[in-house]
């Protein structure tokens, strides 16, 4: 199409009389731009060649041109993807026509297929790569020709590479074609292997690294676009717990952690760590020390070349080996053990069933040592939890136990308020309870808070009896001993035995807990006369003073004497004057003669037999009704009696038989 001017004469002045065919096809637009020597028209569509016909009729003259020229075609714009993989381009321009017999196409002199689109055509292009490949159109005889290039290589994504590794690596995109001699390509400046291409995809192998690199590759002299690889982030797949929270070395397991420790920074609750970085497996291990701290959650970022990535750092949790007892009164609490930090805001202190806290925790020395203050209290193994930053120990805590400074005595008899004096009471008197051997201690009251208690102790006897002080289920063992059995008098048996009566104090009232001997020898069966003053046993026959009496009362002893009843004298027989034997009545002379003593006249008497109020005396020659008889049994109070001889007889013969007068007299009984 177009606007065609002809220049002549006598071409008239009115376009009505003006007709005009181009090889036969009648023409429009006919003006007259010149009367007679100028007109123009519009040339049918799709005209081409050199060899057209213009046919010119006026008022029915004609005229005609020969071999008229279409302008020769013209590319003004080749549109469409330039794809290596071949593609569908536009050819914009003029002159094409519309006859695809006229129209021969070649691209580095290799015949191209198209298609008339819409005055344009369409061409198929086929596989390739680079830069100006020489286009021949020809349309109709006239020809012309021009570049063409590929598009050039656009990288869109890259992937895989092993992480920081390195490794081989996937490139996505456009216009690699499919030639990999016709392909470099380059990372981070330097050039790397290609291993495989096609028009979509090449494989590079890419070295190891971190962070972004630019890659780049030329296809046959056309480069890319300058794309930024990023190695894949660092993963965290476990971190060691720091065995203390004064710090430690924390080893730290991944991937893309790369090989060069002074790209990697770490940093822990968002504060960079300053420590040393090591790595200890390339890639994959690297270890530093983290500085004190404490908890379960603190977070851990690791930077590698500026990617990053997180995890939750965990010191070790608190430990507790020691925790000290206090007093009832409470006080400072003392905890020893591990991993309890150095901020005492973070630490938390409860114990027993209704979390009682432990306030105002500090330490006596960073991570190890820690007082708090505890409230009065009584009892034993309470659960105790020692929370650090929320990581929890356990131990138990213990008020110290009761204890006694001073334990009383009680009468036998009681019914008085026994004091107790010592430490750790508590300050809860219904906590208390106090117990002398079975029986419970009565009446209980706490005098001084946890130091002094009193009670009303049962009745009873004995010492060193198991007895307990109860405060809070913690228990202190003692023996208590009530006042000791004291002997005030004893009553003298006679020597055949009999019923002793012992008077005194803190005998009791249970007979079958007292044991009474007198001269080591049992006095039964004993029992209490009169409760707690008064005894009565029975002894055997026996003879003595001053004989020892053992009176035990459930294991207290008290110790006296007992003498037998001193011997009395009722009667006396007689004897001659010659001596002989003489039958003493009386009491209390025992049954051993050996331990009679008989004196009379200055000299001893020798004791036959003796029974208790009966003895037979071998008594010296004497006279006389009022001699002395002195009797001791066994060292007692001797007892005096009268020694009577017969009376002296005569006999009928009185004579003399001497010149000198003196006179025999005859009898008996006259003594010598």
């Given amino acids: 199409g177009g606007v065609i001017f002809l220049n002549g004469s006598n071409l008239g002045r009115f376009e009505s009389q003006v007709t005009i065919r181009v090889n036969g096809i009648l023409c429009s637009g006919i003006r007259v731009i010149e009367n007679d020597t100028e007109i123009s028209f519009s040339a049918p569509i799709y005209g081409t060649g050199l060899h057209n016909r213009i046919d010119l009729m006026i008022s029915n003259q004609n005229d005609s041109i020969e071999n008229f020229a279409f302008p020769p075609p013209l590319i003004a714009l080749i549109d469409g993807e330039k794809s290596t993989a071949g593609s569908n381009v536009s050819f914009i321009g003029s002159g094409f026509g519309n006859d695809p017999s006229k129209v021969f196409i070649t691209l580095d002199n290799n015949t191209l297929d198209f298609a008339f689109v819409t005055g344009n055509l369409t061409v198929k292009m086929p596989t390739g790569t680079g830069k100006n490949h020489s286009v021949y159109l020809q349309v109709d005889g006239q020809n012309t020709s021009f570049s063409y290039s590929y598009d050039h290589p656009l990288i869109i994504r890259a992937n895989g590479g092993n992480g920081t590794r390195g490794g081989v690596v996937k490139v996505s995109g456009y216009n690699f074609g499919r030639n990999v001699s016709l392909i470099t390509a380059h990372f981070n400046r330097r050039e790397i292997r290609v291993i495989s291409v096609s028009d979509f995809e090449l494989e590079i192998e890419i070295p190891e690294g971190s962070a972004f690199n630019p890659l780049s590759v030329n296809v046959d002299g056309q480069d890319s676009n300058e794309f930024s690889y990023q190695y894949d982030s660092p993963v965290i797949s476990s971190v060691s717990v720091v065995n203390s929270t004064t710090g430690g070395n924390v080893t730290v397991e ?64 608190p430990f507790i080996y020691n925790v000290s007892s206090l ?126 208690t009193s009670c009303v102790v049962a009745p009873g006897t004995g010492a060193n009896i198991s007895s307990s002080i109860n405060v809070g289920g913690q228990i202190f063992q003692f023996n208590f001993s009530y006042i000791a059995p004291s002997i005030t008098f004893v009553g003298s048996p006679s020597t055949t035995g009999g019923s002793i009566n012992i008077q005194g104090s803190n005998f009791g009232t249970n007979g079958s ?149 003196l006179v025999t007299i005859n009898g008996t009984e006259f003594g010598n």
């Fill in 254 to 317: 991944g991937s893309n952690f790369g090989t060069n420790s002074s790209l990697i920074s770490i940093f822990l609750n968002g504060i960079r760590v300053n420590s040393s970085i090591n790595i200890v497996q390339n890639h994959t291990v690297i270890d530093f020390v983290a500085p004190s701290g404490t908890g379960s959650n603190n977070r851990l970022r690791i930077s590698v070349d500026g990617l990053e990535s997180e995890a939750t750092l965990r010191y070790s949790s």
């Fill in 327 to 452: 007093p009832t009164t409470g006080g400072d609490l003392q905890i020893q053990g591990y991993n309890f930090g150095d901020n005492s805001s973070l630490i938390e202190v409860v114990f027993g069933p209704n979390t009682v806290s432990c306030t105002d925790p500090s330490f006596l020395q960073f991570h190890t040592f820690i007082t708090c203050k505890i409230p009065s209290g009584i009892g034993a193994n309470y659960s105790l939890s020692l929370k650090v930053d929320g990581q929890a120990a356990t131990s138990s805590f213990s008020y110290l136990p009761p204890s006694l400074t001073s334990i009383p005595t009680s009468p036998a008899l009681s019914g008085i308020r026994a004091v107790f004096q010592g430490r750790n009471f508590g300050d809860i008197p219904s906590e208390i309870s106090i117990t002398i051997g079975p029986r419970a201690c009565s009446r209980l009251y706490l005098d001084i808070l946890h130091n002094e």
């Fill in 513 to 661: 807990v007292i044991q009474a001997f007198v001269d080591s020898k049992p006095c039964k069966p004993i029992f209490v006369s009169r409760e707690d003053t008064e005894l009565i046993c029975g002894v055997e026959q026996g003879i003595g003073i001053n004989l020892p009496l053992i009176l035990n009362v459930n294991g207290q002893i008290a110790r006296s004497i007992m003498n037998y009843a001193p011997p009395t004298v009722s009667s006396v027989s007689k004897t001659t004057t010659m001596g002989g034997t003489v039958t003493i009545q009386g009491q209390n002379f025992g049954i051993y003669p050996q331990n009679i003593s008989v004196i009379t006249r200055g000299q001893n008497c020798t004791v036959i037999s003796v029974n208790h109020n009966v003895m037979s005396v071998v008594v010296p020659p004497g006279t006389g009704l009022n001699n002395n008889l002195l009797v001791n049994v066994a060292g007692n109070s001797p007892f005096t009696a009268t020694l009577g001889y017969f009376a002296p007889t005569l006999s009928d013969s009185v004579y003399t038989d001497r010149s000198d007068g």
